[in-house]
Each structure stands twice: as C-alpha cells, then as structure tokens.
Nanobody
Framework: QVQLVESGGGAAQPGGSLRLSCAAS????????MSWYRQAPGKERELVAL????????NYADSVKGRFTISKDYAKNMVYLVMDSLKPEDTAVYYC?????????WGQGTQVTVSS
C-alpha cells in the first residue's frame, strides 16, 4: 500500500533552515507528482511546493518562493523540502502528499516551529 513517512521537522529560529524528508513506498515513484502541504493552527491546509514527474518541474506558493526548494531522489524514493530564511509564519505541520490512481495519500505530518 502507499505510504508516506515524513521526518526532519523541529524548531528553528527566524532566518534559520530546516530540511524535511518524505520516504515514499507502495507506488511507482517516478510516475507521480509529489507535493508538500502545510497547515497552521486555525488555518486551512495549503500547498507549499510541488515537483512534477517526469521532468521534475517545480511550483511554489508565493509565500515561500526563493526560500524553499523541493527535490526528488529517484534512487531512494525520497522527496525533500529545504526551507531557508525561515519566518515565524512558516510555523505549521508539514505533510507529504501524492495522488495515485485518483486516491489522495498523506503522510502523518511533521511539526515545524519557527520562533526566537
């Protein structure tokens, strides 16, 4: 079955960096777009970044453009989100996401907290 397992969240100071990882299994990784979403307390879940497949085209939310970078490792079936120049408003639970054959799959989420 499809599984997505995130890791790498934690606490950071404003201006700091974190790298999130998502281990994917149960589907042909090279065929599907992969995304990161986030949900802050009291807010709706929002798309942060998407990486296409094949071709690895990338799209970012305006709020993270120039600060976050999404990437894939096809050999390891991993998706990464490198977050630089973090801001307090980046505080949220971050989720890895894939849609496979019309079904939505989410990871368990990883907490990112940015504060001084």
């Amino acid at each position: 079955q499809v599984q997505l397992v995130e890791s790498g969240g934690g606490a950071a100071q404003p201006g700091g960096s974190l790298r999130l990882s998502c281990a994917a299994s149960g589907f042909i990784f090279s065929l599907y777009d992969m995304s990161w979403y986030r949900q802050a307390p009291g807010k709706e879940r929002e798309l942060v970044a998407l990486i296409g497949s094949p071709g690895s085209s990338k799209n970012y939310a305006d709020s993270v453009k120039g600060r976050f970078t999404i990437s894939k490792d096809y050999a390891k079936n991993m998706v990464y989100l490198v977050m630089d120049s973090l801001k307090p408003e980046d505080t949220a639970v971050y989720y890895c996401y894939v849609k496979v054959r019309g079904y939505d799959y989410w990871g368990q989420g990883t907490q990112v907290t940015v504060s001084s």
